[in-house]
């Protein structure tokens, strides 16, 4: 989706967080590290809601502690898709 339609991925991102948030859900798990971004992403400033990678959640269950910095990740990833896509531009969140 990011590199698809860059200007659309984080409003889409917040229309599916919105709809989580609207059916009761506290935590949206995903298996699909672009859609993990976006979430994460589109929700950076939302504590209501938490965004894990289906694999977290699973370890997590079976007692794994998970550690991650979602900054550094979104820190990360944007520049490296505005130097691969050259069409894409970070929007304001």
Known sequence: MKATFPSEYVKLASLQIETAKGMGCDVIVTNCPGCMQ????????????????????????????VVRNDSKMIDSVNPAYCTAINRYCKPEI
């Open 38 to 65: 976006n979430l994460v992403e589109a929700g950076m400033n939302d504590d209501s809601i938490i965004v894990y990678d289906l694999t977290e959640h699973v370890s997590m269950s079976l007692g794994f502690a």
